[in-house]
C-alpha cells in the first residue's frame, strides 16, 4: 500500500514536471520556433499553448509586429577628423511571418543585431566620413534619416527578404564642447541676424502697406476728382442744351413774330391794294390840295388835277391869287371852287392878251 501511494507520488511529480516543461504559451504577435539538440526545427506555431519534448526541445517567440531597435552611442568620424556620437537611433521595422523560419536559420534568433544595429554602425560612419561636421550637424542632418532608411533597406531586400524598414529617427550627434559653443554663438548670430531680417521685412511690409494707402487714398482723390469733373462737363452741357433751346424758342418766337408781320404787311398791301382805286386816290388829293392855305393859279391850273402835271409856260406868268381861307364842306364843293377859278383866270389871261 505504502509502495502504491509512493509510485503514484512519483508518478504525479513526474507528470508535473513534465507537463511543466512541455507545455507553454506564444504571445500574440510572435511566431514561435523550435531547437532540438541545437538544431533549429522547420515547425513553427503561431500563438497560444504548445507541447514540446522536454529537456530537448526548445523554442524561441519571434516577434511579428512593428518593432522599435534602439541603437545607441554610435561613433561617427568626419572628413575633417572631428569624432561626433549619436545618443540613440531609431529603427522601426516589421518581419514578415512566412519569413521567420529563413531569417533565424539565417541570422538566428537575434537577427535585429546583424542586420540593423550592426548596419547602423556601417552606414552612419559610410556617411560621417564623406561628409564635414558643418554638412553632418546642420546642413545635411535632415537627410540623414532618410539616407539611413534607404540603404537599410536597401541591402536587407537582398539580403534578409521579409524584414522592412518602416522608419528611422535619428537625434542629433554630440560634438565636442568648444566646436558646440561656437555653434551656439554661431546660432546666436544667425538669430539675430534672422531678427534683424525679420525687423527689416516688418518695417518693409508697413513701408508697402503705407505706400499702398497713400496710393489708394490718391486713387479716391483722383476718382472724387474725375467725378466731379465730369459733373461739371455734365452741368455744362446741360446748360449748353438750356441755352440752345432758349435760342432755338426766341429764334421760333422771333421767325413766328416776323411772319405775323410779314402776314399782316401782306394782308394790309392787299387791303390797300383795294382800297387805293383811282376815285380813292383822287379824292385823297383834293383833300391834301384842300389843306394848303395857298394856291397859284395859272396856265396850268387846270392840270394840276391831271395825273403827271407839266411844267408852266415860259411865254405866260399867271399871277399868284391868293384865295380867301374858306373852308370847303366837302371835297366836291373844293372840286367846284377850283374849276371856278380856274375859268376865271382863263379869262383873265385874254383879257390881258
Do not use: W
Request: glycine fraction near 4%; charged fraction near 25%; aromatic fraction near 8%.
Amino acid at each position: 500500500m505504502n509502495n502504491a501511494g509512493t509510485v503514484a507520488l512519483i508518478g504525479a511529480v513526474v507528470i508535473f514536471f513534465v507537463t511543466n516543461f512541455s507545455l507553454h504559451k506564444i504571445e500574440e504577435g510572435h511566431v514561435g520556433v523550435y531547437y532540438r539538440g541545437g538544431a533549429l526545427l522547420r515547425q513553427t506555431s503561431s500563438p497560444g499553448f504548445h507541447m514540446m519534448i522536454p529537456f530537448i526541445t526548445s523554442f524561441r517567440a519571434i516577434q511579428v509586429t512593428l518593432q522599435t531597435d534602439e541603437v545607441k552611442n554610435v561613433p561617427c568620424g568626419t572628413s575633417g577628423g572631428v569624432m561626433i556620437y549619436f545618443d540613440r537611433i531609431e529603427v522601426v521595422n516589421i518581419l514578415s511571418p512566412d519569413s521567420v523560419y529563413d531569417m533565424v536559420k539565417n541570422y538566428t534568433a537575434d537577427y535585429d543585431k546583424t542586420l540593423i544595429f550592426n548596419k547602423v554602425h556601417h552606414e552612419l560612419n559610410q556617411f560621417c566620413s564623406v561628409h564635414n561636421l558643418q554638412e553632418v550637424y546642420i546642413n545635411l542632418f535632415d537627410q540623414i534619416d532618410e539616407n539611413l532608411k534607404t540603404a537599410l533597406q536597401r541591402d536587407l531586400t537582398v539580403m534578409a527578404p521579409g524584414l522592412f524598414v518602416q522608419a528611422v529617427r535619428v537625434t542629433k550627434p554630440k560634438i565636442p564642447e568648444t566646436i558646440r559653443r561656437n555653434y551656439e554663438m554661431m546660432e546666436a548670430e544667425k538669430t539675430k541676424l534672422l531678427i534683424a531680417e525679420q525687423r527689416q521685412k516688418v518695417v518693409e511690409k508697413d513701408a508697402e502697406t503705407d505706400r499702398k494707402k497713400a496710393l489708394i487714398d490718391a486713387e479716391k482723390v483722383a476718382l472724387v476728382a474725375k467725378i466731379q469733373y465730369e459733373q461739371r462737363i455734365l452741368e455744362q452741357e446741360s446748360l449748353k442744351k438750356m441755352a440752345q433751346i432758349e435760342d432755338e424758342m426766341h429764334l421760333a418766337r422771333e421767325k413766328m413774330q416776323g411772319d405775323a408781320e410779314y402776314y399782316t404787311k401782306e394782308r394790309l398791301a392787299e387791303a390797300n391794294k383795294l382800297l387805293l382805286t383811282p376815285e380813292y386816290l383822287e379824292l385823297k388829293r383834293y383833300e391834301a390840295i384842300s389843306s394848303n392855305n395857298k394856291i397859284y393859279f395859272g396856265s396850268s391850273i387846270p392840270s394840276m388835277f391831271v395825273e403827271h402835271c407839266g411844267v408852266q409856260s415860259k411865254e405866260t406868268k399867271l399871277p399868284e391869287v391868293v384865295l380867301p381861307e374858306v373852308p370847303l364842306s366837302n371835297a366836291e364843293e373844293m372840286k367846284k371852287g377850283f374849276k371856278q377859278a380856274a375859268q376865271g383866270s382863263s379869262r383873265t389871261a385874254s383879257v390881258k392878251t
